[in-house]
C-alpha cells in the first residue's frame, strides 16, 4: 500500500490553518477557524465534538468532498485546495473509501454490484471486479450475502457492505461518518470491531466522526472538536477490545 | 468511458423497471397517437385524391341549372342539354379530346335469379374516354347500337360479381340482364377501379347507348350532364371559357341573364377537397400533439418523484470518484435510451394501428418517414429534457449536499 510506504515523519494527511465560511454577510457562517491537523499513515482517529463544532466540515474537506476557504490541506504532498472538481474526484477514486452513516447503497441492487460501483468507474474489467468484490465481502463476512438487495439486509450487514464497497479499491484512507448512527449497540460494536480490523490487519488509516464516546475509545486519537476549534488532541493508550479481533457474527 | 458508462446506465435502468417503465409509457403514448392520426390523415387525404382522380382527369362536368348550392341544381325552368350540345362542344372549342352526354336512371337490374339495386347510365363511347374507363372484356357499342338504342350494355364490376358471380370478370359475358321491362345483352366489362374509398363504389353501374336510357329507361330526352374531356396539358381557363360561351349562345341566354348551367373543373374540386382533408389531418395532428406534451408531462412527473433517490445516488457516484461528465453522461444515456425505447414501441403501435384503422376505414395506408423521423426526435428531446437537466443540476452539487438530499 502506497500510503503505508512513504518515509516515517512525513504525514499522509496535512491541514494547515485551514478555514471555511459558508454563506455570506449577514448569513456568514465560520464552521472552520484555522484548523492545523496532521495525520501518519496507519492511524485510526476519531474526530468528535458537538453538532456544529466543525467536525463534519472537517471530515468533508478531508475526504477532498468540499474545499477550504482558506489554508492549505495537504494529501501525499498534493495540494488539494489547489484541485479541481474532477481531479479531487480521481483522488477519491484513487485514495479514499466512504462509509456514510445513512449506508448509501442503491437500491434493489445487489450487494456485489453495490460493491463493484467503484471499480466500475476505475474501468476494472467485469472479472477483476467480481473477485475483487468478493474478497472485500468476504473481508466483511458477508460471504454468501452477494445477491442480496439492501432491502433484504439488516442495518449492519448494509454498514458492512457499504464498508466493503469503501475498501474494494484499497484506498489508502477510510473516511467514515458517524457509521454507527443508525445502529443499535450490538450491530454498532460489530462495526467497529470491523473498522478496527480494517486498521490493524490492513493497515488502511480510518478517520471516523463520532459523537458517541462509546464508539470514539475503539479508536487510537481522539480528536475534540468545539467552536471550529480542536480542543483537544490526545492519543488513546488503551483502544477498546485492541487488536486480537475476529469479526463476529452478523 | 463511453462503454463503461453505457453499461453502467443499461443496469440503472434494467433495475428500475418499474420507473422505466412508466416513463416510456408517455412517450409511447404520445408518439403512436401523432403517428397514427397523421397516418390515417393522410390515408384519408389520398383517397380523396384517388377518387376524384378516378372521376377523370382534366374534366369538365357541366350541368344545368344554378351553381349548386341550397335549393341550387334542378328546378323545372332549366332546360337540359341536348345530344348535339355535346356534338358542338367536341367541334367548336380547340383543346377537348372528348364530350359525352350522359343520362342516370336508379334502377333495380335482374338476372340470374337475382336483384341488384344500381344506377343505369346512358351515354356514347366517348364515356369511356372521359371517365378513364377501360374494358376487362368484351367491346364498346357500335354506331349502330348507339342511333338505334339497342338493347346491349357494358356492367361494372360490382354489378357483374352480385349477378353472375365467379372470379374477377370471369362470367356474364354474353349473359342477358333486365333493366325494367326490357332485356340487354352484356357485351362488355369494366375494369374495375377498386374501392375509391368512402363508400362509394365506382364499379357499381351499369352503362347503355343514350338512346337505349332514353328511350327504354326514363322515357324522355334529357341529358343530365354533359362530361368534357380536355387534352392533357391543356389550361382548363379558356377551355371552360369558351365552353360557357358556346353552352349560353346555344342555349339563347341574353348579355343580362345569368348562366343557366354551370361547368364544375374536377382540378378544382381535387383542390378544393384535398385542402379540406389536409386541414382535417393538422387538426388531427394537433390534437395527437397534445398527448405527445402530455406524454412529456407524465415523464416529468415521474422523473421528479424520483429525484430525491436519484439525487442521493448522484452524490454517492460523485463521491466514491466519478467524474461529473461521466454521471451525466450515465443520465443522458438512461434518458436517450429510454426515450428512444418509447420512440420505437410508439412507432410500431402506430404502425400496426394505422394499418388496421385504414384498412377499417377503407382508406389506403401511407407510411409518412417525415412524422415517424420527427415524433421520435420530439420523445428523444422530451426524455433528454426532463431526464438529463435535473441530473446536470444534482451532479453539480458538492457531493456531499447531494447525499443530504430529502
Known amino acids: 500500500m502506497s500510503a503505508t510506504q512513504r518515509p516515517a515523519g512525513t504525514p499522509l494527511i496535512r491541514l494547515n490553518a485551514v478555514t471555511k465560511v459558508y454563506g455570506t454577510g449577514q448569513a456568514e457562517l465560520l464552521a472552520l477557524k484555522g484548523i492545523d491537523l496532521s495525520i501518519n499513515a496507519g492511524e485510526f482517529v476519531a474526530i468528535m465534538g458537538p453538532s456544529g463544532s466543525g467536525k463534519s466540515t472537517a471530515m468533508n474537506i478531508l475526504g477532498c468532498l468540499d474545499t477550504p476557504t482558506a489554508g492549505q490541506y495537504l494529501f501525499h504532498g498534493a495540494h488539494v485546495e489547489a484541485l479541481t472538481r474532477d481531479q479531487r474526484a480521481r483522488l477519491r477514486r484513487r485514495y479514499l473509501g466512504f462509509v456514510f452513516q445513512g449506508f448509501n447503497l442503491l437500491a434493489r441492487t445487489s450487494a456485489q454490484e453495490n460493491v463493484e460501483l467503484p471499480l466500475l468507474y476505475r474501468g476494472d474489467s467485469a472479472e477483476v471486479r467480481r473477485a475483487a468484490a468478493s474478497r472485500a465481502l468476504a473481508s466483511v463476512g458477508l460471504t454468501g450475502w452477494e445477491a442480496h438487495t439492501p432491502a433484504e439486509l439488516s442495518g449492519g450487514q448494509q454498514q458492512r457492505v457499504a464498508i466493503a464497497r469503501a475498501i474494494v479499491t484499497q484506498p489508502a484512507v477510510l473516511l467514515a461518518d458517524e457509521p454507527t448512527g443508525n445502529l443499535d449497540s450490538q450491530r454498532s460494536q460489530e462495526i467497529m470491531e470491523l473498522l478496527q480490523d480494517l486498521n490493524v490487519e490492513h493497515g488502511i488509516t480510518v478517520l471516523m466522526v463520532t459523537h458517541e464516546p462509546d464508539m470514539a475509545a475503539y479508536a487510537r486519537r481522539l480528536v475534540h472538536f468545539v467552536d471550529g476549534h480542536i480542543a483537544s488532541d490526545e492519543a488513546n493508550a488503551n483502544p477498546t477490545r485492541p487488536l486480537a479481533a475476529t469479526a463476529g457474527s452478523c | ?406
Not at chain 2, 104 to 126: K, Q
Not at chain 2, 188 to 213: C, E, R, Y
Open chain 2, 1 to 406: 468511458m463511453l462503454l463503461n458508462t453505457l453499461f453502467i446506465a443499461l443496469r440503472s435502468i434494467r433495475r428500475n423497471l418499474l420507473r422505466s417503465f412508466l416513463t416510456i409509457l408517455g412517450i409511447v403514448i404520445g408518439v403512436a397517437a401523432v403517428i397514427t392520426m397523421v397516418t390515417l390523415g393522410n390515408g384519408a387525404t389520398q383517397a380523396v385524391q384517388t377518387k376524384i382522380a378516378s372521376l377523370g382527369s382534366n374534366l369538365l362536368m357541366v350541368r344545368p341549372g344554378q351553381r349548386q348550392g341550397p335549393g341550387g341544381a334542378g328546378g323545372g325552368s332549366v332546360p337540359s342539354f341536348k345530344e348535339a350540345d355535346a356534338e358542338a362542344i367536341l367541334t367548336q372549342i380547340g383543346g377537348v379530346a372528348a364530350v359525352a352526354p350522359e343520362g342516370r336512371s336508379s334502377v333495380t337490374v335482374i338476372a340470374n335469379g337475382r336483384n341488384w339495386a344500381t344506377t343505369v347510365t346512358g351515354s356514347s363511347n366517348a364515356w369511356f374516354q372521359t371517365g378513364n374507363w377501360t374494358l376487362a372484356a368484351g367491346r364498346q357499342f357500335t354506331d349502330d347500337e348507339q342511333v338505334s338504342g339497342a338493347a346491349v350494355c357494358v356492367i361494372g364490376e360490382t354489378v357483374r360479381r352480385e349477378l353472375y358471380g365467379g372470379a374477377v370478370g370471369a362470367n356474364g359475358m354474353g349473359e342477358q340482364l333486365r333493366i325494367k321491362q326490357f332485356s340487354c345483352t352484356v357485351i362488355g366489362i369494366l375494369a374495375s377501379k377498386g374501392q375509391a374509398g368512402m363508400g362509394n363504389d365506382q364499379d357499381d353501374t351499369v352503362l347503355v347507348p343514350l338512346h337505349t336510357l332514353q328511350r327504354r329507361v326514363t322515357g324522355n330526352r334529357i341529358v343530365a350532364t354533359l362530361l368534357v374531356a380536355m387534352q392533357n396539358g391543356s389550361d382548363s381557363a379558356p377551355i371552360k371559357a369558351a365552353l360557357t360561351q358556346l353552352l349560353r349562345e346555344r342555349r339563347k341566354l341574353g348579355d343580362a341573364d345569368d348562366d343557366n348551367f354551370n361547368v364544375l373543373d374536377t382540378q378544382q374540386l381535387a383542390e378544393a377537397l384535398s385542402g379540406t382533408t389536409q386541414v382535417m389531418t393538422a387538426l388531427l395532428g394537433a390534437v395527437a400533439a397534445v398527448s405527445l406534451l402530455v406524454g412529456g408531462i407524465g415523464i416529468m412527473n415521474i422523473m421528479l418523484v424520483s429525484v430525491t433517490e436519484r439525487t442521493r445516488e448522484i452524490g454517492l457516484r460523485l463521491a466514491i470518484g466519478a467524474l461529473e461528465r461521466e454521471v451525466l453522461l450515465q443520465f443522458l444515456i438512461e434518458a436517450v435510451v429510454l426515450s428512444a425505447l418509447g420512440g420505437v414501441a410508439g412507432i410500431i403501435i402506430a404502425t400496426a394501428a394505422s394499418i388496421l384503422l385504414a384498412s377499417a376505414m377503407g382508406i389506403p395506408y401511407l407510411f409518412d418517414p417525415a412524422i415517424n423521423l420527427l415524433s421520435l426526435a420530439f420523445s428523444a428531446g422530451i426524455g433528454v429534457l426532463f431526464g438529463y437537466f435535473p441530473a446536470r443540476r444534482a451532479a453539480q452539487l458538492d457531493p456531499i449536499e447531494a447525499l443530504r438530499h430529502e
